[in-house]
């Protein structure tokens, strides 16, 4: 109970702006056909979907001959080991293999995965994301603050992670919720709205000025990721757009989101690396990374059977609220003990403050979980 508790204010913090995202639904409707969204390069003019700047468009990202580089596994296994604080010890046993990164025996962290392709991410770099929504000043800090005034925080904070772990480079993300879960049903009851795409290039956008990653964010509502996710593959084909979905406001349960948190399941997740590394093969793009929020153990069910790929890295990532001794608690309770890959941490910048809340995590504390999170996102 405790843990549902802390997601109240989250539901209501999606749907605060319930009646302005109905009203802006029913307006964007009628101008939008979310079901078939068609890309725009930014910065044109014109009615989408004009077959000259589709055209020009596949000249502007042509998929490369080859891989972008080739990995230094030795430099990863290093950065895996210091993610779980691994000291060399007479006691300790490393395990090696020619496909999966080094393990510890007798312990979680790290798991086997395989290695990724080159130009990985992680563990190279700590991934550091603002998240929300350009539409509402309640989903988090992308909508709350004027554009400018959102970069200059997001590389002021930037500054601050690399001063407290100097050894890991931190790259800046934009994290974009593009589909919302929603109140009201829409017109085909699935209770979720697809942002156009002028508001998901407005995101692109930003991510493209921090001079970081794009990572859009999915909420299906009564949909289901199977019939949401293909329609943002030309996006996924830019090599510097990443994905997230939310289990959260995945209602398979049938309820409305926010009334009961909802549920993906392993083979849910795989049906969306499988996806994922498919574009990444044929576009010869480097890996990509896929963010999976959890805060409750249902969120996720059979999570030790998620397989990640040498095309995508799977982040777990803690975004549950409130006080540091809870997200603590359910960090250690719900991401460290079913290991996938890697692991993040979600801080509210409100309500991490609610009371009894006195202040958020440090960073000195974030760093100090075991295994380390690779990913931090602020809402």
Do not use: C
């Not at 001063?163 to 800046?172: G, I, K, M, R, Y």
């Not at 540091?324 to 991401?335: M, S």
Request: glycine share 8%.
């Amino acid at each position: 109970m405790a843990e549902e508790k802390e997601t109240n204010w989250r539901r209501q913090a999606a749907f605060v702006g319930g009646a302005f995202f109905v009203f802006a639904g029913i307006v964007l409707l009628t101008f939008f056909d979310f079901r078939s969204v068609t890309y725009v390069k930014p910065g044109t003019v014109g009615k989408e979907g004009d077959a000259k700047k589709l055209a020009a468009l596949e000249q502007s990202f042509p998929a490369p001959t080859s891989w972008p580089e080739t990995l230094d596994t030795k430099k990863y296994d290093e950065l895996m080991l210091r993610l779980v604080g691994y000291k060399p010890s007479t006691t300790t046993a490393l395990v090696y293999s020619s496909t999966t990164n080094v393990t510890i025996k007798g312990k979680l962290w790290p798991t086997a995965a395989v290695y990724p392709h080159g130009g990985a991410i992680l563990p190279f770099n700590r991934i550091l994301a603002f998240y929300g929504n350009l539409y509402s000043v309640n989903m988090g800090i992308l909508g709350e603050l004027p554009a400018d005034q959102m970069l200059a925080k997001l590389k002021s904070t930037k500054e601050q992670w690399e001063a407290a772990d100097p050894s890991t480079p931190v790259l800046p993300a934009i994290e974009y919720i593009a589909i919302v879960a929603q109140g009201d049903g829409g017109k085909d009851g699935m209770y979720r709205a697809v942002m156009p795409d002028k508001e998901i290039e407005k995101g692109y956008d930003l991510a493209k000025r921090a001079g970081g990653i794009y990572i859009i964010d999915l909420q299906v509502g009564k949909s289901t990721i199977q019939r949401e996710l293909p329609q943002f593959k030309k996006y996924l084909e830019r090599p510097d757009v990443h994905l997230a979905i939310d289990p959260e406001f995945s209602m398979k349960s049938g309820d409305k989101p926010g009334d009961v948190v909802g549920t993906y399941s392993s083979s849910d997740v795989n049906y969306v690396i499988n996806f994922l590394s498919d574009i990444v093969k044929e576009k010869q793009l480097p890996p990509k990374v896929l963010v999976l929020h959890r805060f409750t153990q249902n969120m996720v069910t059979g999570a030790t059977a998620i397989k990640p790929t040498k095309e995508v890295q799977v982040i777990m990532n803690m975004d549950g609220w409130g006080t540091p001794e809870k997200k603590i608690g359910t960090y250690n309770r719900i991401v460290a003990p079913e290991p996938v890959q890697f692991t993040g941490l979600k801080l509210f910048y409100k309500n991490d403050l609610k009371p009894p809340s006195t202040g958020m995590l440090t960073m000195k504390q974030v760093l100090g979980l075991n295994p380390v999170p690779i990913y931090i996102q602020y809402q």
